[in-house]
């Protein structure tokens, strides 16, 4: 044998061994895809993102925008995103064919209004009117209540399945009025909408919570819980440097922060464990209230078919 075969053979040999000793390197997660909108409540994630408290608790996040809030629900049930922040009933309904874990409150979900064109000037005047809101939701809830007022009922009025985001534009047109929320209602109203009902706040049904899909929760625990420490660490970031955290927002939305409203009250984590619980302040809904709730809703028409296991599906378990 030729003496450059044989030290070929023995190099050949030795790499084959190092290669066996070697650990394999550790696998990195993909980065946890988080939906969010044009929403107040949602911003505390753009906060915690500039910030780099992400990578400080050892999480990788890729927030993903929806200009059209709905349009993330499928995403969700998809696997296309991991989670994100939508109201008790849109999760409810989700969750009929994905599993979903509710981890988190993110907000009071602000208010929610009716408005309408400029000749509606009261409730009663939607009679053989046509109202705009998402069919076969919770937020029909409001559009009933806004009808109560003028003493009419669902029968009175034609409903039209709409995005809240293009209800504004749709008034005189495709409808006489709609349920939406802000920043949407107030630039409606401030162009010569007129306000029917605003309903919400602190009692609201309707809260926005933080939710990702159960197997993600299942297989990644610790960064469900990296998140959140993030994410209420950001909280008090804008609660503490309200100016600040504006201009991050406003940054990365491409916008003055003029244009930013407050729309919601944001729960940091001692408030997050009162809701959960049975010791939420008295002015302030609890969180299986508020589920409970809007699944009787959807149960009564028809959306949903039978009452959910609420206490599995939120789950306060991963609260600093």
Same mark, same amino acid.
């Given at each position: 044998? +030729?003496?450059?075969?044989?030290?070929?053979?023995?190099?050949?040999?030795?790499?084959?061994?190092?290669?066996?000793?070697? &650990?394999?390197?550790?696998?990195?997660?993909?980065?946890?895809?988080?939906?969010?909108?044009? $929403?107040?409540?949602?911003?505390?994630?753009?906060?915690?993102?500039? %910030?780099?408290?992400?990578?400080?608790?050892?999480?990788?996040?890729?927030?993903?925008?929806?200009?059209?809030?709905?349009?993330?629900?499928?995403? %969700? /049930?998809?696997?296309?995103? *991991?989670?994100?922040?939508?109201?008790?009933?849109?999760?409810?309904?989700?969750?009929?064919?994905?599993?979903? +874990?509710?981890?988190? =409150?993110?907000?009071? @979900?602000?208010?929610?209004?009716?408005?309408?064109?400029?000749?509606?000037?009261?409730?009663?005047?939607?009679?053989?009117?046509?109202?705009? #809101?998402?069919?076969?939701?919770?937020?029909?809830?409001?559009?009933?209540?806004?009808?109560?007022?003028? @003493?009419?009922?669902? @029968?009175? =009025?034609?409903? #039209?399945?709409?995005?809240?985001?293009?209800?504004?534009?749709?008034?005189?047109?495709?409808?006489?009025?709609?349920?939406? $929320?802000?920043?949407?209602?107030?630039?409606?109203?401030?162009?010569?909408?007129?306000?029917?009902?605003?309903?919400?706040?602190?009692?609201?049904?309707?809260?926005?919570?933080?939710?990702?899909?159960? *197997?993600?929760?299942?297989?990644?625990?610790?960064?469900?819980?990296?998140?959140? !420490?993030? $994410?209420?660490?950001?909280?008090?970031?804008?609660?503490?440097?309200?100016?600040?955290?504006?201009?991050?927002?406003?940054?990365?939305?491409?916008? &003055?922060? &003029?244009?930013?409203?407050?729309? /919601?009250?944001?729960?940091?984590?001692?408030?997050?464990?009162?809701?959960?619980?049975?010791?939420?302040? /008295?002015?302030?809904?609890?969180?299986?209230?508020?589920?409970?709730?809007? /699944?009787?809703? %959807?149960?009564?028409?028809?959306?949903?078919?039978?009452?959910?296991?609420?206490?599995?599906?939120?789950?306060? !378990?991963?609260?600093?």
């Amino acid at each position: 044998m +030729k003496p450059y075969r044989i030290f070929s053979i023995f190099f050949l040999a030795t790499l084959i061994l190092s290669a066996c000793g070697a &650990s394999a390197p550790e696998t990195e997660n993909p980065p946890l895809r988080v939906e969010y909108t044009f $929403w107040w409540g949602d911003h505390t994630m753009l906060v915690a993102q500039e %910030l780099g408290l992400f990578e400080k608790h050892n999480v990788n996040v890729e927030p993903t925008f929806y200009e059209v809030y709905s349009d993330a629900l499928p995403a %969700l /049930a998809a696997g296309t995103i *991991d989670g994100g922040f939508f109201g008790p009933g849109d999760v409810l309904l989700t969750n009929i064919n994905t599993d979903l +874990k509710v981890v988190a =409150v993110n907000d009071d @979900g602000g208010f929610n209004y009716i408005i309408g064109s400029p000749e509606i000037q009261t409730p009663a005047d939607l009679r053989g009117k046509r109202i705009g #809101v998402p069919l076969g939701t919770t937020y029909e809830i409001f559009a009933i209540r806004a009808l109560e007022e003028g @003493g009419l009922t669902r @029968g009175d =009025v034609t409903f #039209v399945d709409i995005t809240v985001e293009d209800v504004p534009a749709a008034l005189g047109n495709t409808i006489d009025a709609g349920y939406t $929320w802000d920043p949407f209602a107030s630039d409606a109203i401030e162009d010569g909408a007129t306000l029917l009902l605003k309903s919400g706040g602190s009692s609201t049904i309707t809260p926005d919570v933080l939710v990702f899909r159960a *197997d993600v929760v299942q297989q990644r625990p610790d960064d469900i819980r990296a998140f959140l !420490s993030a $994410w209420f660490e950001a909280i008090e970031f804008r609660y503490s440097n309200p100016e600040e955290a504006n201009q991050i927002i406003a940054t990365a939305l491409g916008i &003055s922060p &003029s244009e930013l409203s407050e729309d /919601a009250y944001i729960f940091n984590a001692q408030e997050n464990v009162a809701l959960f619980s049975n010791e939420s302040p /008295a002015d302030t809904v609890n969180l299986l209230e508020a589920f409970t709730t809007n /699944a009787n809703y %959807l149960i009564n028409n028809g959306s949903l078919g039978n009452q959910p296991n609420l206490i599995e599906l939120l789950d306060a !378990s991963f609260l600093p």
